[in-house]
């Protein structure tokens, strides 16, 4: 099992920066992490995401604004926000998988980010 805790989400004008941690607990060893977002009456979409060894992918609308970044001796995962904008509200929320082909998806409680006009 793999325990995820997030942190770091709040209110914040347009323009500004929040940066988003997860940190993880129950395996020394996973492949694959992320973050997802979900809005009110939205479906929950991935923001981007980081392989162990570094390899990162993102979502079109966050490309040039934020930076996923992972550190594996402490099992933690980040998510750097710049440049907010009101479409960005949503709950944030922390994913992990062991492996890649694994059905299994761990995730977080998420955590809010609210950014007002």
């Known amino acids: 099992q793999v325990q995820l805790v997030e942190s770091g989400g709040g209110l914040v004008q347009t323009g500004g920066s929040l940066r988003l941690s997860c940190v993880a607990s129950?395996?020394?060893?996973?492949?694959?992490m992320g973050w997802y977002r979900q809005a009110p009456g939205k479906q929950r979409d991935v923001v981007a995401t980081i392989t162990s060894s570094g390899i990162t992918n993102y979502a079109d609308s966050v490309k040039g604004r934020f930076t996923i970044s992972r550190d594996n001796a402490k099992n933690t995962l980040y998510l750097q926000m710049n440049g907010l904008e009101p479409e960005d509200t949503a709950a944030y929320y922390c994913?992990?998988?062991?492996?890649?082909?694994?059905?299994?998806?761990?995730w977080g409680q998420g955590t809010q980010v609210t950014v007002s006009s």
């Open positions: 994913n992990a998988k062991l492996s890649m082909f694994s059905p299994v998806n761990y």
């Open positions: 129950g395996s020394s060893s996973i492949y694959v």
